[in-house]
């Protein structure tokens, strides 16, 4: 199993409608991360910066990163755009982060 972890951005003032459409995540989008591998997925906000840091595990080698092409994930992104920093094509401006360090 692997461990991914990434960061995106925020606009600010946008936490609380970031959470509620978390909350209520598309039940086929959900599926669709299971099946890409996907059985943990965390994401924590940092009040001071309006970052957020996504962690997952993936078994396989897959993960959510690899999904841009689903038009489910498309639709997801387009939801998204209006409350996050993101690319030209609505995908979060997402920026990999090295593992430097695991205990289990």
Known sequence: MKRLAFKMK???GQKEAY???HNAIWPD???LLKDAGV???SIFFDED???LFAF???TGE???QDLSDNPIVKKWWDFMADIMEVN???SPLSVPMEEVFYME
């Open 19 to 21: 959470t509620q459409r």
């Open 88 to 90: 030209p094509d609505n």
């Open 39 to 41: 059985c943990e997925y």
């Open 62 to 64: 897959g993960g959510s």
């Open 29 to 31: 989008l959900k599926q």
């Open 10 to 12: 925020l606009n600010p």
């Open 56 to 58: 997952q595990k993936v």
């Open 49 to 51: 910066t309006d970052t």
